[in-house]
DNA sequence: ACTTAAGCATAGGAAAAACCTATTCAGGCT
DNA sequence: AGCCTGAATAGGTTTTTCCTATGCTTAAGT
């Protein structure tokens, strides 16, 4: 039979000391004596006394000199040990102020992610204003394709995102802001380019250049499956700029949906912007959260900030 | 009938939070599962899970997101919060080592009280050799009367002091740890300058010096007046100094108990010392300290220290 | 699609801690 | 000596903490 080794379970006693014994503790040094400390904290003085009395045998520490029918005084070791003391209680009661602070004061910082298709067009301006209010708040806005923004919030990565309501899943909330129609660009020259709305089916023989990013991909070939054609993709490229240029330089038409600004390519060419007619299913941009975690108050900001800018 | 004013008990609701709650809540966001934290910190799963849900309901905050099935992970007020919580944790845990600390290792600092009287002529050498051995501790030593000595001890400024045991109360503990025999000093020139020893009732005549401090002069005057005679004072003063260079210079003879190194006084006379007959009653020279609390170790070595450089 | 597994929340009762009232005890004060 | 003050203790009650058992919701496996 083989000799047993008893196991030793060494959860290595860490002095327990709570914080309200130290309070209490505290208390009494201060006012050297336990009646008035049990005064001043609303409790009973056995309630003070024995807080205190747990501290020193835990401690192994004699905090105090008890004068029979007139108080304490600390002993020096008391003196320096409620030194530290005061010091934990202080933070402790910092960390409090620092939880409400979070759900109540626009400060701190702000972590948030938004698609690259948009974010450079919406959100600079939105952050302009709103540094200029909250110059304190720290914004750190990250890109990311719809896969990945989606798992950053469920992850906790980020407090919200600035995003299309596509393939969202239960566990988040979606509230739409504003909805974007899809529109075409044309060159200047194009044969569509004198009408004031074209189709659908008008645009599905001609030329075609591909936005060439998942969600865009699918949703501007799901507008032309609606009417029962098929778009005719002479180029794909994978950026807003290149789309522009090759649109400006004569070689397709394409669609979009995020608005721009300017009118003229990179190199200079003249674009021509359209609707379409027949109202087609527009995206619809929005900000996704969390479901059942509360925003904080500077998302909140934010996101107000961002509903009136595209509002 | 008066209108009854309800009052209002405004205790202003600090957020309590405990420290084991806090740990609870950490470990959960650490393993990013309430299960494995239970695990970890050897207690039921529900545990951890209440002590989160306290956190959360008494700060307002969403600490977590709540995967079904697959954990947890922390929100981004969530992380914010954990960071704060461990570094307050770190702090408790900090004040539970300094209060070991004090109770075992020699270190900070170190506070005492001796007489005039000896101090100087005793404690500088001790305290030499202390900090050669423990160059970290802080010594301060006061200098004061035995009323304000027994007082400070009392009022726990003092660690302990080193003086006599007289009039000590009993609340202290009085350790003696050497006895100072009382001698003569005679100038050079004094009729019993010759003699091998003298005896009170010899020197009762003669002019004296008296070193006119509140307990010297009780004690030395004791020692006549338990032999049936008076000193014959010629002049007192206030420091051994001074009554050594009145010695010097031929002005009268004086009573000392504590050892002197030096046969000459400040202005270069030389002084004759001598043994008193009759073995009078000497003075205790010993620690002082309170009784019912214990001396942190340096204190101990200190004491430890001046006990062998006196013995 | 249905079943199983994983994992947090809830319920209810038991154990532990905190608390309170009443009392004791030890020194000062008159 | 007797009263007063103020901390410690005793004993019982309330509050908190903790545990077991169960429910509920989704992921994974068949």
Redesign the pocket.
């Known amino acids: 039979m083989l000799c047993s080794i008893p196991i030793v379970c060494r959860v290595d006693h860490a002095m327990q000391l709570?914080l309200?014994?130290l309070r209490?503790f505290v208390c009494?040094g201060e006012n050297?004596?336990?009646?008035?400390a049990?005064k001043a904290m609303?409790?009973?003085?056995?309630?003070?006394?024995?807080?205190?009395?747990?501290i020193e045998e835990q401690t192994g520490l004699d905090l105090?000199i008890?004068?029979?029918?007139?108080?304490?005084s600390l002993t020096p070791s008391g003196q320096r040990f409620m030194l530290k003391a005061k010091q934990l209680l202080e933070e402790a009661d910092n960390l409090g102020k620092f939880a409400t602070s979070l759900t109540e004061s626009i400060s701190g910082s702000l972590r948030f992610v938004s698609l690259p298709t948009f974010a450079p067009i919406i959100l600079p301006s939105v952050m302009r204003q709103f540094r200029d209010l909250y110059p304190d708040v720290h914004l750190h806005c990250d890109e990311a394709d719809q896969e990945k923004i989606l798992a950053g919030l469920l992850e906790g990565r980020y407090e919200f995102a600035v995003t299309y309501d596509l393939q969202v899943?239960?566990?988040l909330e979606f509230t739409p802001i504003t909805e974007f129609p899809p529109y075409v660009l044309l060159p200047s020259d194009h044969p569509l380019a004198t009408a004031t709305a074209v189709s659908i089916e008008q645009l599905a023989e001609h030329p075609m250049i591909l936005l060439d990013w998942p969600m865009s991909r699918d949703y501007f070939y799901s507008l032309f499956l609606s009417q029962g054609v098929e778009p005719n993709i002479a180029y794909r490229a994978n950026s807003l700029a290149m789309v522009r240029g090759l649109v400006a330089n004569g070689l397709g038409y394409a669609l979009f949906n995020t608005p721009l600004a300017s009118d003229t390519s990179l190199d200079g060419h003249k674009i021509v912007m359209l609707p379409l007619t027949g109202s087609p299913h527009p995206t619809r941009l929005g900000v996704a959260t969390l479901k059942d975690v509360r925003s904080t108050p500077a998302a909140n900001a934010f996101i107000d900030k961002l509903r009136t800018q595209l509002m």
Do not use: C, D, M, N
């Not at 609303?42 to 747990?54: D, K």
């Not at 008890?66 to 304490?72: E, K, N, S």
């Open positions: 709570t309200k014994q209490y009494a050297a004596s336990v009646t008035k049990a609303f409790v009973s003085q056995p309630s003070i006394s024995s807080a205190i009395l747990h105090f008890r004068h029979h029918a007139q108080g304490l899943p239960a566990e």
